[in-house]
Nanobody
Framework: QVQLTESGGGLVQDGGSLRLSCAAS????????MGWYRQSPGKQRELVAS???????NYGDFVKGRFTISGDSAKNTVYLQMNSLKPEDTGVYYC???????????????WGQGIQVTVSS
């Protein structure tokens, strides 16, 4: 099994900051990409940010320089630093891992449980 453990969400005021963490553990063979997606009530899940094993980063259009994704390959952990948060950033944030798992080796594309981020106005 592969586990994705998310932390760092919570309630923050408009303009505030939060740092999300996602640690992957278990039967991981390789990681191609990790990232964060979010889902707000009545909306589809959308990409917030992702980072590949080679360090390529991709951000949702709405990020506009406010968020930074980083990774620690030794810890199989990805971080999302969110600054200048707005009420419209409120939602459930999900960690995603795309890679492969072991025993036997096969493709893995999985999600964490999700963590609530609430930005008050």
């Amino acid at each position: 099994q592969v586990q994705l453990t998310e932390s760092g969400g919570g309630l923050v005021q408009d303009g505030g900051s939060l740092r999300l963490s996602c640690a992957a553990s278990g039967s991981i063979f390789s990681i191609n990409r990790m990232g964060w997606y979010r889902q707000s009530p009545g909306k589809q899940r959308e990409l917030v940010a992702s980072i590949t094993s080679g360090g390529y980063k991709n951000y949702g259009d709405f990020v506009k320089g406010r968020f930074t994704i980083s990774g620690d390959s030794a810890k199989n952990t990805v971080y999302l630093q969110m600054n200048s948060l707005k009420p419209e950033d409120t939602g459930v944030y999900y960690c995603n891992l795309y890679g492969s798992r072991s025993n036997p080796i096969r493709l893995y594309d999985g999600w964490g449980q999700g963590i609530q981020v609430t930005v008050s106005s």
